[in-house]
């Protein structure tokens, strides 16, 4: 039997907006997507904003998530935020391993295994991020990049909650780019992670996974991706940042769902 997976549409605002920005788009998300109850939309604005948008969106099918987050409990880090700080303020989801972040910050598959950790054991869910580079992709090291990323990035967490996480697949040299994968080069890869994750735990609880693909989706492209059966929703740079695009995204994806659901 296929499992239904409930579609993810994500935004990563990255460091963008101004607070005042910010409380406009969150507004407007609201309103335009409440209509959209078929999936799960989730805004990941900076730190500094989650607070006021879990309040904005209290009662709303609209969830909020923060970008990072550091996985010692306390103590002397200057300028990290804790899982427990997320959880308080009432995060559900936190991105972690953002190519992004691991470009930049030089952050480990070792180091992203403990932030997986620390998120799973405040009650959040992460949102585990991997891709391959151009490079990579063209020298035909894709899958064994998204092996080692995953390998290393769930080692030592048991299955039932791997299972619980969303793994977003984001190719390097498609984010920010304008140029999204094709949505076949997206269905095999997705479809090797769940293959991949069904050896953490069976293919069952593998199919019960959210595998959501990530790099230059836009409102014009997503119906496309949305398509594909290992799709199971977006994570969304750019075109998160305006209002039309993301609910458009969102739209696109609700119909999708609305239309399978019609079918079965
Ligand atoms: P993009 O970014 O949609 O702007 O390509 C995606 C991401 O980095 O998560």
């Known amino acids: 039997m296929e499992a239904v997976r409930r579609t993810l549409i994500a935004g990563n605002w990255k460091m963008n907006l101004l607070r005042e920005e910010a409380y406009v788009l969150i507004g407007g998300i609201l309103q335009e997507s409440a209509p959209y109850t078929g999936v799960d939309t989730l805004i990941c604005p900076p730190f500094l904003y989650l607070e006021i948008a879990v ?50 910050f030089r952050e480990s598959n ?55 996480m969303v793994i977003a697949y984001e190719p390097v040299w498609a984010i920010g780019t304008g140029v999204s994968a094709e949505s076949s080069q997206a269905e095999e890869v997705h479809r090797f992670i769940r293959d991949v994750i069904a050896k953490f735990t069976d293919e069952e609880s593998a199919q019960a996974l959210r595998i959501i693909y990530g790099g230059s989706v836009n409102s014009a492209n997503a119906g496309e991706l949305l398509s594909c059966d290992n799709v199971d929703g977006a994570l969304v740079g750019g075109a998160s940042l305006s209002l039309d695009s993301f609910c458009g995204i969102v739209r696109t994806a609700d119909s999708l769902k609305k239309q399978s659901a019609a079918m079965s």
Do not use: W
Request: glycine share 10%; hydrophobic share 35%; aromatic share 6%.
């Open 55 to 104: 309040q904005i969106t209290k009662n709303a099918p609209l969830f909020v998530g923060a970008q990072n987050l550091f996985y010692e409990e306390s103590g002397p880090f200057t300028g990290e935020i804790s899982a427990a700080m997320l959880r308080e303020v009432g995060c559900s989801h936190v991105i972690i391993g953002h190519s992004e972040r691991r470009a930049y």
């Open 110 to 164: 070792r180091e992203l295994n403990r932030k997986i950790s620390a998120c799973l054991a405040c009650g959040m869910t992460p949102i585990l991020c991997i891709g391959e580079t151009l490079e990579q992709r063209t020298t035909g090291a894709t899958f064994e990049t998204l092996n080692e990323q995953l390998t290393y990035g769930l080692q030592g967490i048991d299955g039932a909650s791997v299972c619980t």
